[in-house]
């Protein structure tokens, strides 16, 4: 069964096969995967033969965990994607809150309010014990988005990015909530 999670503006679905142009489009930008891939554009047969493959793994072996492509409610529109997956060197009880979104959909809010849903939603319906999320410490607006989204900076560490982009000699910085804080309320004091 399929799941799907609602916000005030985004119905965030669970990735389908049909959704390689979406995600070729969204990573066509070189805006948008900048400090992913210094605005390097992913490669159609790369979509189809691993990250959307290895994406649809995730329903059937991290139940709750995952990646949803994200909708604007009103129109239908594919905006982004959001994640909510096992982060690098921890398990799935500490799950890393992501998410990638089309131009057009920056600086609406969209982020953190797609971010607040799923982070949410592993605190409430599943056994996490903290969620954490990573960027850049050059990427203020990610940054910011975390600190709206109640995560608060744990750690400053050096990521050993596969691509070099401007701005990663200055480290990577890790934002991080766990459960008892989200249960104390400081996730909706955001």
Known sequence: MAVHLTTARLRLREFTEADVDNLLALDADPEVVHFITAGRPTPRVEIEQEILPRWL????????????????????????????????????????VGYRLRRSAWGKGYATEGSRALIDKAFAELPITRVL???????????RVMEKSGLRPVRLFHANWPVKIPGDEHCDVEYALNRTEWEAGLATAR
């Open 133 to 143: 999320a990573e960027t850049m410490v050059v990427h203020t607006a990610s940054r």
């Open 57 to 96: 793994r995730y329903y059937d072996e991290s139940p709750g965990l995952g990646f949803w492509a994200a909708e604007d409610r009103a129109t239908g529109e594919f905006v982004g994607w959001f994640h909510l997956r096992p982060g690098d060197g921890h398990g799935n009880d500490e799950p890393e």
